[in-house]
């Protein structure tokens, strides 16, 4: 067989495994969720903020609830791979293993974007502003792409520490913060009546953000998970 | 293998000399600055140490790419020294840019984007020991240390061009146009800075050369005890 096809297809079969999981079990999606709404409520409280929020704040809120949230679903994809050594199987298929990466992050990308949009009109409601607009979910989802693109590559890393699931947000939110200083500079843009063409600076810092990571992914996945 | 290398005796006596000497020359022999007076001289100070902090993460990083290429534990030593040493190194920067803050900005510290990202650098190499105490085999230390410290340079260029699309109020020296207030320097003062960065880089290689020795030395001792 052609080995692109081959190895495209197992990317297809882990992502494709990771959204049986998750229709299963139903346990990522609402947990990020819930959490992710718990963070905006803790935040209205600990800041005072007021419903007719500006803009800056909204998106400042918006990336924070995210990035904390996708930590959790970053982890539960990880450990479930820990559990039972499902990982030793996944290891065993004969193709690079950068192939389990992109199939890992495509998982996380996509139930974190989804996270992400269900949070969208929420905010709508609570702050007054329509955020269900074309540009933001541009922004939404290229800075999801990188974020969780380096998410997944650290969570292979901090998966074989001791100190496992505590690890994962030390290393990822210090090595992730030009990503999110990038989202929410643009997203508050977007917000406050601006064009793409007006953080076009943003944007390509996000495009190279998620162009480093996946490039990360691609050349390091393979030896982060050698035995 | 326990007996000094001559070559480390005399660096270590180079910097006996030299370091001193530049402490003299920055305080007595460089003009004192017109508006901000004798405080800008923490800036020779400030700007090497700064240097020097990047300096040892960029040869942390081409280590750690060398050890994932070869796989000689050498190469880990040298990344782990440069981290361990750049590590304070960044965090003389940031103490000593917050003594001149305070005279001249009038507050130890503002959330000026220059600061914050240092700041947050000197978290990344912070969490970098953080993920070697969690692992177990030297070898696994090695390795995730090598991709982590790759990754962590990969982001700093992110992390400076994200700075230079704001606004800052830190201080320019090398200007490339724009942003920031830049001071120009008499000729004494950049040759006091040259002399400066220069006496920082052989103190950067004398200390890591040392911490390499004593990983070096380590490593020894526990193959005593088994």
Known sequence: ???????????????????????????????????????????????????????????????????FAST??????????????????????????????????????????LVGLCLLPVFSLLYQQNMLQFPLLLVLILGLGAYTSLGTLLSALSIQARTRDILLPVLLYPLALPVLIAAVEASQGVLSGGTLGDVDH??????AGFLLFTASGLLFFETILEE | MFKKPQLLVALDILCLVTFPAAVVLILFFTPVE??????????????????VGMLSFIIAAVAGGAYLVTRRIKWDWLSIA??????????????????????????????????????????????????????NTPETQARLGAVYAILAVATVPLTFFSIRLFRTIHPVVIATGGGGSAFNMSPRMLNALFVSLFVFTLLLADLVWHRFRLAQLQQDADQEVY
């Open chain 2, 34 to 51: 017109a508006v901000m007076g004798p405080v800008q001289k923490v800036f020779y100070f400030h700007m090497s140490a700064a240097w």
């Open chain 1, 1 to 67: 067989m052609n080995p692109i096809l081959g190895y495209l297809k197992v990317v297809w079969q882990i992502l494709r495994k990771e959204v049986l999981i998750e229709w299963r079990g139903r346990q990522g999606i609402p947990v990020m969720l819930v959490f992710a709404l718990m963070i905006v409520f803790l935040f209205n409280f600990a800041l005072q903020l007021s419903p007719d929020l500006q803009a800056g704040l909204a998106a400042g809120l918006l990336w924070v609830s995210l990035a």
């Open chain 1, 202 to 207: 943003w944007i390509y810092l996000l495009l």
């Open chain 2, 82 to 135: 440069a981290i361990e040493v750049g590590l304070v190194f960044a965090v003389i920067a940031i103490l000593s840019g917050m003594i001149w803050a305070r005279p001249i900005w009038n507050t130890w510290w503002v959330w000026d984007p220059r600061l914050t990202t240092t700041a947050i650098m000197v978290m990344i190499y912070f969490a970098y020991f953080i993920l070697r105490s969690g692992l």
């Open chain 1, 72 to 113: 959790l679903g970053l982890n539960r994809s990880i450990n479930l791979e820990r559990e039972n050594n499902a990982l030793d199987g996944l290891l065993m298929v004969p193709v690079d293993r950068s192939a389990i990466f992109f199939g890992k992050a495509l998982g996380n990308f996509l139930f974190t974007t």
